[in-house]
């Protein structure tokens, strides 16, 4: 008896309701996706395997390379509440809008006399390379530098603000020379901050 053969049929799959899926999730990530800001002072930071991810929140960074140092904390309001305090410090006045264009600057590097130039700018000139000298880390007679009263006023907006202690997180230029950094841990240990993490760019593992 010959065998039956069944017709073959092609077959059609309507792709339409997993494009529309796809594009709501390329849609949906490019709403909530963080620009990656330009960085002030690009540093080549060491390798390690350490895989620890950094706080989003009360913590500042202190950037180190080409013997210059960039301050930068985390958090808008933070931000404004520690020029208030430095501004109160160093007798100058900042604008309403100063403060605010200053709360959306991550991380900067000039004598606070030369900060209000550095705020009017946008960000193309103002991470334009040489335009900022860095914050003077070194004191003045019996003065503590500036260095330190951004830490430490930052420290202090941070409890105000959020009632947590801030973090210190150092990112500093692998090949950069050794008494900037020291300047930068002896600051720091003055305000007896003897913890604070170090930066570092992931490399493989050795097998």
């Known amino acids: 008896m010959p065998r039956i053969k069944v017709a073959r049929k092609s077959t059609a799959i309507d792709m339409t309701a ?11 990530f490019i709403l909530t ?7 002030p002072l690009p540093v080549d930071t060491p390798a390690s395997i350490v895989k620890i991810k ?4 009360d913590i500042a960074m202190l950037t180190i390379g080409h013997g210059k140092v960039f301050f930068g904390v985390k958090g808008q309001k933070v931000r404004e509440l520690t020029l208030e305090k430095m501004s109160k410090i160093y007798g100058i006045s900042f604008t309403p809008e ?8 991550e991380s900067f590097g000039v004598p606070i006399g030369n900060l209000k130039q550095v705020i009017s700018l946008d960000g193309d000139a103002r991470n334009k390379p040489g335009l900022q000298t860095g914050i003077p880390a070194d004191s003045v007679g019996t003065r503590a530098s500036e260095l330190n009263d951004w830490i ?10 959020n009632n947590k202690d801030m973090r210190i997180s150092i990112k500093g230029d692998s ?5 900037t950094v020291k300047k ?14 170090l930066i570092t760019s992931l490399r493989a593992a050795e097998k």
Do not use: G, H, W
Not at 33 to 39: G, H, I, K
Not at 54 to 57: A, G, I, K, Y
Not at 152 to 161: G, H, I
Not at 175 to 179: A, G, I, L, M, Q
């Open 184 to 197: 930068v841990i002896d600051i720091l240990q003055k305000q007896n901050i003897n913890k604070f993490s």
């Open 54 to 57: 950094l706080p989003e929140l």
């Open 18 to 28: 997993m494009c529309d899926v796809a594009f709501l999730l390329l849609t949906f």
């Open 98 to 105: 100063e403060k605010i264009r200053f709360s959306l600057i």
């Open 175 to 179: 090949k950069e020379e050794y008494p």
């Open 152 to 161: 430490l006023q930052a420290r202090y907006a941070t409890k105000e603000l």
């Open 33 to 39: 996706a963080t620009a990656r800001q330009p960085e």
